[in-house]
């Protein structure tokens, strides 16, 4: 399975955007690109994914470098409730359903 | 009401001890996970099942077993329960889209405590 990076900890002042980077060299031509966030003391939840495309929700963005290597996932204003660990992964066809997380970004927001 | 429900929410055990860790969907699933994860750590899958004839070991089943006793139940077993099992055990669900677009849907955790 391709390897994510992601820096282990970044901070943010509430109700100001946050860019959390992901680099993927290794990402394959099937590799989507997801991000979980977990908060605390509760399970993983799912937050966005993408292929190539530039991809919105209601929860965040997810901005897709052109040569796929690397990825930004975009929180609009941040919130004291964003305060998470987001785990950013790529899953393919072959993966069988499975998640790998590494250790993610840990984010705090400062009032 | 939750959609994917653990119980208990949290146990503590001695060593040797059988303990079963019980999860649930309301979601129609047919995809169910068992991860756990250590302090400070990513989860790891410990083991999967793609419907009730299917279970499948994940990258750390030794020590561990698993029933799924209908579509909406998958119950995790720690046959004789040892001190590094201590984790957070989390169950999720997913439905049977197959691709890399499936989305998983987690429950809020069991804490296990062996002592």
């Known amino acids: 399975d391709a390897k994510t990076t992601q820096p282990n900890s970044m901070e943010s002042n509430e109700e100001e955007p946050v860019h959390l980077p992901c680099n993927h060299s290794t990402i394959s031509g099937t590799d989507y690109i997801h991000w979980y966030r977990q908060l605390p003391s509760q399970g993983p939840e799912y937050v966005i994914h993408g292929l190539t495309s530039n991809v919105n929700n209601r929860m965040a963005s997810l901005a897709i470098a052109e040569d796929r290597k690397s990825s930004t996932l975009i929180l609009h204003r941040a919130t004291l409730r964003d305060a998470a660990v987001y785990y950013c992964i790529l899953r393919d066809v072959s993966n069988t359903g499975k998640l790998i997380f590494g250790q993610g970004t840990t984010l705090q927001v400062k009032p | 009401d939750a959609d994917v429900t653990q119980t208990p929410r949290n146990r503590i055990t001695k060593t040797g001890k059988r303990i079963m860790l019980e999860c649930s969907q309301t979601?129609?699933?047919?995809?169910m996970y068992w991860y756990r994860q250590d302090p400070g750590l990513g989860l790891r899958l410990i083991y999967y099942s793609f419907d009730v004839k299917d279970i499948n070991k994940g990258e750390i089943s030794d020590g561990y077993s698993v029933s799924r006793q209908a579509q909406a139940k998958f119950s995790l077993s720690l046959e004789s329960a040892i001190p590094n099992q201590t984790a957070l055990y989390f169950c999720?669900?997913?439905?049977?889209?197959?691709?890399?677009?499936?989305?998983?849907?987690f429950g809020p955790g069991t804490r296990l405590l062996v002592l």
């Open positions: 979601k129609g699933h047919d995809r």
């Open positions: 999720a669900t997913s439905d049977s889209t197959g691709d890399a677009e499936e989305t998983q849907y």
